[in-house]
């Protein structure tokens, strides 16, 4: 999904402006209507002629060829913004739509549109509302990770979140100027680098190495999950230890864990209702449900997120991309807790100087949002684990971070905070007798544990294992 996603967009970009087509349309009531014809009847086209009795091949070319035209058109065309963005948000929802013409509506959106895209405020519950384990809270949990919910849904009102957060998110500048050989010394390639300090390892979309952030991981409740050698090199990625930079910024593990704990805490609340809710769809046994599993866990993971400014970033290519600082992808595990992003300048925090930077997902509309929350809110998102378990009624949620553009990205620097909640290495994972992702590595009748599968998903997916 996402890799087809990131081709189109490449695809979409090979069309260029053409001043006169664009003043033809814009100057004269014929090309305003050809192109709003264009828009309206592509996609049925499209989808009348996959349903045709017509040899693939043809039906294949005929798409392509009528995605070109409409690509060009809009492309030459992104300044008309009202009329277009209604008219593509209706199209968007317009059912049945060929799957290809959805793809290039939203990317087109997503890449041409910049100050149309939807700015969409996350779904919200007070943290009073989730400590009541007697309130029902079914529909909030559905509109946030349900078939038909946004993707994502933010906590409220949580005591002692606001200073956690700052006094953490002050801190990863702080890391990311430490000296090399000092941030060398936190690094832990045995673990791929999922302990301690990690900076170019991971690969971006186009398969250069990330060097537009640097992250910090480290399991924010246990400092050595385990001590068995043979499990710590079966499972690196769990079962490895702590690496604090204790001399060098000993503040660091104190807000790492206070931080983690309290979005753990608030996630565990969240996951009981998540429980209540797919209930009433499913049989949830009672060791299988997501806040016991979660409970269960001895690995849950915290990642402190540093993005450089925009001039010390040595990856240019991807900056007029929708998913310019963070590649798309959905979380591999249970449930992603998310804080609001901070942005600085030379160290000083600033109001976010570019509302189109910042976190955007794709809903289960296909329609790509960019997502608000409060400063002060928690983000939770579904991962891949749950989605699974859960028979697809918790949903996992694509998403990706764009970097801001123009002259306000000048020195910008980003900072957040994810905990990823996943299962324990030694968790039995009950799968279902239907899967929709994952199928291959899934077998039938036959529970692997949490480690288990993950390491099939490396293997598999990422041919990352020495
Ligand atoms: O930077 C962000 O806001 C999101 C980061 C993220 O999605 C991740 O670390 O998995
Ligand atoms: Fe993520």
């Known amino acids: 999904m996402t890799g087809e996603f990131v081709n189109f967009h490449k695809y979409s970009n090979k069309f260029p402006r053409l001043p006169f087509f664009t003043s033809f349309i814009k100057s004269n ?119 038909k919910g946004l993707g994502i849904l933010s906590v409220t009102d949580v005591p002692g979140f606001p200073s956690l957060r700052q006094d953490l998110l002050r801190l990863s500048s702080r890391l990311a100027k430490l000296p090399e050989d000092v941030k060398k010394e936190l690094e832990d390639p045995h673990s791929r680098y999922n302990f301690g300090w990690s900076h170019g390892k991971e690969k971006l979309e186009s398969g250069k190495p990330d060097l537009l952030k640097g992250s910090f991981y480290a399991n924010p409740i246990l400092d050595t999950p385990t001590t068995d050698t043979s499990l710590i090199q079966r499972y690196p990625s769990y079962c490895g230890s702590n690496i604090w930079p204790s001399r060098e910024l000993p503040e660091l593990e104190l807000a790492f864990k206070a931080l983690g704990k309290l979005i753990l805490d608030v996630g565990l609340m969240l996951a009981y209702h998540c429980d209540q809710y797919a209930a009433k769809m ?103 684990t749950t989605e699974i378990l859960s028979r697809g009624y918790l949903c996992a949620t694509p998403h990706c971070v764009r970097a801001p553009n123009g002259k306000e990205a000048f020195n910008l620097e980003r900072s957040t905070f994810a905990l990823f909640m996943q299962p324990d290495w030694d968790q039995k994972l009950n799968f279902p007798e239907e899967v929709h992702i994952h199928k291959e590595i899934i077998p039938t009748n036959c529970a692997l544990t949490f480690g288990e599968y993950s390491e099939k998903l490396l293997d598999k997916y990422y041919h990352l294992k020495s």
Request: proline share 3%; net charge neutral.
């Open 29 to 147: 009531l014929v090309g305003i209507i050809f192109l709003k014809l264009l828009i309206i009847y592509t996609p049925s086209i499209n989808q009348a002629t996959a349903n045709s009795g017509l040899r693939k091949q043809h039906r294949d070319d005929f798409v392509r060829a009528t995605n070109s035209v409409l690509t060009f058109a809009i492309k030459s065309c992104d300044d008309l913004p009202n009329f277009l963005s209604s008219r593509l948000f209706f199209l968007l929802h317009r059912s049945p739509i060929h799957q290809s013409s959805r793809r290039i509506i939203s990317t087109i959106m997503a890449s041409s549109f910049q100050s149309l895209f939807p700015a969409i405020r996350t779904v919200t519950i007070s943290y009073s509302e989730l400590q009541d384990r007697s309130v029902d809270l079914s529909m909030k949990i559905e509109e946030g990770f349900g078939r």
């Open 282 to 384: 499913m049989k949830v046994h009672e060791d299988e449900g997501l806040e016991k599993i979660l409970l269960n866990s001895r690995c849950h993971k915290g990642r402190l997120l540093y993005y450089f400014p925009a001039q010390q970033s040595t990856c240019s290519e991807d900056t007029d991309n929708l998913s310019s600082w963070c590649g798309w992808h959905t979380d591999h595990g249970s449930l992603t807790g998310l804080t609001c992003a901070m942005f600085t300048r030379d160290g000083v925090e600033i109001p976010s100087p570019d509302n189109a930077a910042g976190l955007y997902i794709r809903t289960r509309a296909e329609e790509i949002v960019k997502v608000c929350y409060g400063e002060n809110d928690i983000a939770y998102q579904i991962g891949e």
